[in-house]
């Protein structure tokens, strides 16, 4: 679902981003990526995102090689993936409703299935009956379930989230981390950007780590040492 071959990405600056990453998501996996602040996580990310261009390398996403896709096929690869913020990216001027509809507005999509499709997805993340409250008025955990909607609204078969939990309390990046695990178990493709250690060793899933934009580690579920979630 998601292969990268000996990608590196090196900024104008010069800085280099990432250095040689090779790994393979299976469809259907969840994995966590972690490693230090300045790592390249968000890089990674925004490579699979076509937010970025590797420098060198291949990065191949549900069979398209994105190394060879022109820059205007973006948002037709985009469409395919669902990208959760830290920061949830909502508009504040809008209801939950407008904001999780958004996707399916601009693909298109005819009103009666944008209502059916936006209103299974508030249910997903349990925020049935929100539709027309506002943003501002939700909690930081709601917000986050909204952008997690927002996501999920379009049934992509792949969902990229970058350190979604740094804005929430322990109890709620549990939650958020429990919703991704039900989401996975539909088949959906994870891949959660991360720093909090201790929920990730809960997870007991997959864990890439990445060290001064090189791949340090891919350690296997089975091998993860941490309480069961």
Do not use: C
């Amino acid at each position: 679902m998601i292969t990268f071959e000996q990608v590196s990405k090196r900024y104008e600056s010069g800085a280099m981003a990432l250095r040689e990453v090779s790994f393979h998501l299976e469809p259907g996996e969840m994995v966590f990526l972690t490693g230090h602040s300045g790592a390249g996580k968000s890089t990674l990310l925004r490579l699979i995102l076509m937010l970025e261009k590797a420098t060198r390398g291949q990065v191949i996403v549900d069979g398209r090689n994105l190394s060879k896709t022109q820059s205007r096929q973006a948002p037709r690869v985009r469409r395919r993936i669902g990208m959760i913020f830290q920061d949830h990216k909502l508009l504040n001027d809008k209801t939950v409703f407008d904001n999780v509809s958004l996707p399916l507005m601009i693909a298109g999509e005819r009103y009666p299935d944008i209502r059916k499709k936006v209103r299974a997805a508030l249910d997903k993340v349990g925020l049935s009956g929100k539709e027309k409250s506002w943003p501002m008025r939700l909690s930081g955990g709601e917000q986050q379930r909204v952008g997690i909607a927002r996501a999920i609204v379009g049934m992509p078969p792949v969902l990229l989230a970058d350190e979604p939990t740094g804005n929430l309390d322990p109890e709620l990046s549990r939650e958020l981390f429990g919703l991704f695990r039900q989401l996975n178990s539909q088949g959906v493709t994870v891949l959660v950007a991360s720093h909090d250690l201790a929920l990730i060793r809960s997870m007991r899933q997959r864990v890439l780590v990445l060290a001064q934009g090189k791949l340090a580690d891919d350690i296997s579920g089975s091998d993860i040492a941490g309480p069961a979630a």
